[in-house]
């Protein structure tokens, strides 16, 4: 059964870091891997989606890496913004293709 | 962009009020899912659908039932609201594996 855990549970961070986000699973034979942000009372948006065959994905200051052999992708954001404080959620499928989530990071970077 | 749209934002109905929750997504998408989000517990798969008229259920679907009966429009039912049914519902869309999800805005639902 496929488990996704993140750490930490909550980040705080200067304005201008760059900065970490992890994620552990447990079932490696994943097809994928979903990094998701979510502001406060709002829906999720997709920021990442690495495919099984990839090693990263990158867009504008987000990478997003996976290594399957040790069950863990993090999510690198460089040059940290207030704009981008958020709860940040990573997922992957089960094997019915339902989504497993982990817990989130909530990320505060301040000015 | 594939969109997801759910009908409603905020929503407060009364206890044993019939609710539903519509969603639609336009990119024909197969498969569709309904979780609800509360604090401390995080996502919980409510129910999904591979198709159209098909429907599993999910982790906690008791209290609710759900209508495919076309591929872009998912409703989810609360059949007699329950203040324990207060919570943020969100709805996903997605082509088969191994694409991503989509997600809908959300609605916030109140039960008084």
């Known amino acids: 059964k496929q488990e996704v855990t993140q750490i930490p549970a909550a980040l705080s961070v200067p304005e201008g870091e760059n900065l970490v986000l992890n994620c552990s699973f447990t079932?490696?034979?994943?097809?994928?891997l979903q990094w998701f942000r979510q502001d406060p009372g709002k829906g999720l948006t997709s920021l990442l989606l690495?495919?099984?065959?990839?090693r990263e994905q990158t867009s504008g200051r987000l990478n997003a890496s996976l290594d399957k052999s040790s069950g863990r992708s993090t999510l690198y954001i460089a040059a940290s913004q207030p704009g981008d404080s958020a709860t940040y959620l990573c997922?992957?499928?089960?094997?019915?293709?339902?989504?497993?989530f982990g817990s989130g990071t909530r990320l505060l970077v301040r000015p | 962009d594939v969109k997801v749209t759910q009908s409603s934002r905020y929503l407060v109905k009364r206890t044993g009020e019939k609710v539903f929750l519509e969603c639609v997504q336009d990119m024909d998408h197969e498969n569709m899912f309904w979780y609800r989000q509360d604090p401390g517990l995080g996502l919980r798969l409510i129910y999904f659908s591979y198709d159209v008229k098909m429907k599993e259920k999910g982790d906690i679907p008791e209290g609710y039932s759900v209508s495919r009966e076309k591929k872009e429009r998912f409703s989810l039912i609360l059949e007699s609201a329950s203040t324990n049914q207060t919570s943020m519902y969100l709805c996903?869309?997605?082509?088969?594996?191994?694409?991503?999800?989509?997600f809908g805005s959300g609605t916030r639902l109140t039960v008084v």
């Open positions: 690495i495919q099984s065959s990839q």
């Open positions: 079932d490696s034979a994943i097809y994928n």
């Open positions: 997922a992957a499928p089960d094997s019915s293709y339902k989504l497993i």
């Open positions: 996903a869309s997605s082509l088969a594996q191994p694409y991503g999800y989509t």
